[in-house]
């Protein structure tokens, strides 16, 4: 079974920084690109990035670029998100996604979600 | 980046009934097109990819289709489980990603 799980979402102040972790199992990690998408609460949904199976290629949504690094760790099954510069508008739930076997830029899994709150 | 447009923003439906959902690309998606639907404190969980095909598991009441700008989601007849909100999802041409507003099917 597919299991996406991830953490270290906690209220932060603007300007701090914050590392989201996913844990992953119930698949081959290391042949699967990774995606983290954010939800604001009542909201739409928000593609944040997304890194190669290997790691060699991250993309990322304009708001976050410069201030967000995706990564990974295959031996480890395991996505991060590196957020830095945080803002009040970075407040969400963040998911991370497993993309389908297909190699179109959909989701098959998701996890459960971390809440990340940028507030004074 | 395109805009993906999702209408009505609030649909209520009877249990029983067909509900309709509708998808607007700002430029042609081609198929690329999937469809969401996400429950109260719950992830999303993907119903259609390519416009029309059903995702592993997914009951065939759930109906995709359209091409380039236009998609139509149908439930043919609803069940108490498909009160939700449905989003879909654009994948053809990125970064980014990008999603829909969703509609929310309420029970009338």
């Known amino acids: 079974e597919v299991q996406l799980v991830e953490s270290g979402g906690v209220v932060v102040q603007p300007g701090g920084s914050l590392r989201l972790s996913c844990a992953a199992s119930g698949f081959t990690f290391d042949e699967y690109t990774m995606h983290w998408v954010r939800q604001a609460p009542g909201k739409s949904l928000e593609w944040v990035s997304l890194?190669?199976?290997?790691?060699?290629?991250?993309y990322y949504a304009g708001s976050v670029k410069g201030r967000f690094t995706v990564s990974r760790d295959n031996s480890k099954n395991s996505l991060y998100l590196q957020m830095n510069s945080l803002r009040t508008e970075d407040t969400a739930f963040y998911y991370c996604?497993?993309?389908?076997?297909?190699?179109?830029?959909?989701?098959?899994?998701w996890g459960q979600g971390t809440l990340v709150t940028v507030s004074s | 980046e395109i805009v993906m447009t999702q209408s009505p923003a609030t649909l209520s439906v009877s249990p029983g009934e067909r509900a309709t959902l509708s998808c607007r690309a700002s430029q042609s998606v081609s198929s690329n097109l999937a469809w969401y639907q996400q429950k109260p404190g719950q992830a999303p969980r993907l119903l259609i990819y390519?416009?029309?095909t059903r995702a592993t598991g997914i009951p065939a009441r759930f109906s995709g289709s359209g091409s380039g700008t236009e998609f139509t989601l149908t439930i043919s007849s609803l069940q108490s489980e498909d009160f939700a909100v449905y989003y879909c999802q654009q994948y053809n041409d990125w970064p980014p990603l990008t999603f829909g507003g969703g509609t929310k099917v309420e029970i009338k």
């Open positions: 996604a497993k993309q389908t076997i297909t190699g179109y830029y959909f989701f098959d899994y």
């Open positions: 390519g416009a029309s």
């Open positions: 890194i190669y199976w290997d790691g060699s290629n991250t």
